[in-house]
């Protein structure tokens, strides 16, 4: 939308993970040197792990999309609340291996089928598995009996874990005990500092063509940098509005204030139902009175209103109690009616003929 008012040739904010748009910052591209590290490695499993929204998915699409496939056969797998015998059907699907029919067995003889040819057209097989911290213990342990397949002396299988931060604590449990053994290496992704923030905004929009048009103020960055804490993601959510306030209002520069008003704008679009209610009624007014300085605590009900309301409430509890007793007395006359029925006929025609006396 506002791409040619800042003429821009795309969108900088955009949140899904586009790997042009890949920042190395100290983390990022630490990150990253252990990803090329466990691929030349060529077996065990390097993890990844992060904050929602710091990047991790962006440094595995720019890895894979830097690979030479004539080298390497790469297949990247978003794991969702699966069990065992899934995981290893998704990793078939990943490498595009037919599956439909097979057992687990034959789903397990694929696989290794497939890494077995891949090595010995001198290739070298990688699994990603994006969002790992969704995976259960009995499909993790599938996972590592992946790893086991060899040729020779050489590992057929290479796998990257990448996660949020409590994959960390599923790998501390005494059952991931076997898999720790075989993590090579392993890295957690924290968010930028605030010098890397501006950075950060600055290498996306230079990305895009941008020429300080809107113009930010140098004092933005410190307050984009307190509101988002250094995420991404966060940020990309928080600059895009900026951008689109600056267009509606035909404005060319973002100062302060204004990122202030879209940050007040967001916390109240994100605020729950409940609070959103308490803040309304705080600010409504009754009669030109702002009902938030009210001393409810000198407010005081009438005796004989509350005695009227409590007889409404006991005699609504009666009301419900006899139209229940009224439903179950009716369910009982059915019934009773339908066995005096059955009884009558079994005297009349116990062997299925009119009985003779």
């Known amino acids: 939308m506002y791409e040619s008012y800042f003429n821009l040739r795309s969108k900088p ?4 993970p586009d790997p042009a748009f890949f920042y190395g910052s100290r983390g990022h591209r630490r990150a990253m040197a252990y990803l090329e590290y466990g691929l030349h490695q060529s077996e065990g499993f390097i993890v ?15 890895l894979l999309e830097h690979l030479d496939p004539d080298k390497v056969v ?3 797998l978003v794991s969702t609340q699966i069990d065992a015998n899934d995981v290893l059907r998704m990793v078939a699907n990943a490498f595009g291996l037919p599956n439909r029919t097979l057992d687990k067995a034959g789903l ?4 290794e089928s497939f890494l077995v040819q891949t090595t010995a057209l001198g290739k ?10 969704n995976l259960t213990p009995a499909a993790v342990e599938e996972l590592r009996m992946l790893s086991n397949f060899q040729l020779e002396d050489h590992a057929l299988l290479q796998s990257f874990l990448v996660g949020q931060p409590e994959f960390r604590d599923i790998m501390q449990s005494a059952e991931m005990q076997q898999l720790r053994q075989r993590v090579i290496a392993s890295y957690h992704l924290g968010p930028l500092d605030s010098e890397e923030t501006r950075s950060y905004i600055e290498h ?6 941008w020429t300080d048009d809107p113009l930010f103020d140098p004092a933005v960055f410190n307050v984009i940098y307190g509101y988002t804490g250094g995420i991404p993601r966060r940020i990309n959510t928080l600059c895009d509005r900026l951008l689109l306030g600056a267009f509606l209002a035909e404005r060319h520069t973002i100062g302060e204030q204004d990122v202030r008003e879209v940050i007040d704008e967001l916390k109240e679009e994100f605020a729950s139902p409940r609070k959103q209610g308490a803040e309304v009624t705080a600010r409504s007014t009754a009669g030109g009175l702002d ?28 009301q419900r109690l006899e139209a229940r007793l009224v439903g179950l007395e009716h369910s009982v006359a059915v019934t009773q009616d339908i066995l005096n029925q059955l009884l ?9 003929e009119d009985s003779q006396t």
């Open 13 to 16: 904010f955009q949140l899904n």
């Open 48 to 62: 990844i792990t992060g904050e929602i929204g710091a990047g991790k998915t962006t440094i595995v699409r720019s």
């Open 74 to 76: 790469a297949a990247n």
């Open 108 to 111: 397990l003889l694929a696989i």
């Open 124 to 133: 070298r097989a990688l699994l990603v598995v994006d969002e790992a911290q």
């Open 204 to 209: 996306r929009l230079h990305h895009v063509g």
């Open 291 to 318: 009902v938030s300085k009210l001393a409810l605590d000198r407010l005081r009900v009438n005796d004989e209103l509350i005695s009227r309301a409590a007889s409404l409430t006991a005699s609504t509890d009666i």
């Open 344 to 352: 009558h006929a079994v005297r009349r025609d116990p062997a299925g």
